[in-house]
């Protein structure tokens, strides 16, 4: 059973720094995309940020590049997602998801993450950025 499991949400002022860890299990880490994404109160879910766990390969959405840094450690099968410089407007519930590779690829998630591509979901954390 393929679990995701987030932390590192928290309260923080504008400016300020966090980083989110996804924790994942039950499924073998070597192709794999994970994708970071958020939701804010009545908005959609929208991708953040991916990696792929076989070759590094990310992607940004164009309002966190150059603030949000994304990393693997396949030793550990966790995702981080560093966060720096941090706005109000990121304020939001994130969640990490997970899709395996061939699909991913086939599918151009690095290119543009869908969270409708991706079936499996931690239970999110919460990011509070004030101003």
């Known amino acids: 059973e393929v679990q995701l499991v987030e932390s590192g949400g928290g309260l923080v002022q504008a400016g300020g720094s966090l980083r989110l860890s996804c924790a994942a299990s039950?499924?073998?880490?070597?192709?794999?995309?994970i994708g970071w994404f958020r939701q804010a109160p009545g908005n959609q879910r929208l991708g953040v940020s991916c990696i792929s766990s076989s070759d590094g390969s990310t992607y940004y959405r164009d309002s966190v590049k150059g603030r949000f840094t994304i990393s693997i450690d396949n030793a550990k099968n966790t995702v981080y997602l560093q966060m720096d410089s941090l706005k109000p407007e990121d304020t939001a519930v994130y969640f990490c998801a997970a899709l395996a590779g061939p699909t991913a690829r086939a599918l151009g998630v690095l290119i543009f993450p869908d969270p409708d591509d991706f079936p499996s979901w931690g239970q999110g954390t919460q990011v509070t950025v004030s101003s």
């Open positions: 039950g499924f073998t880490f070597d192709d794999y995309v």
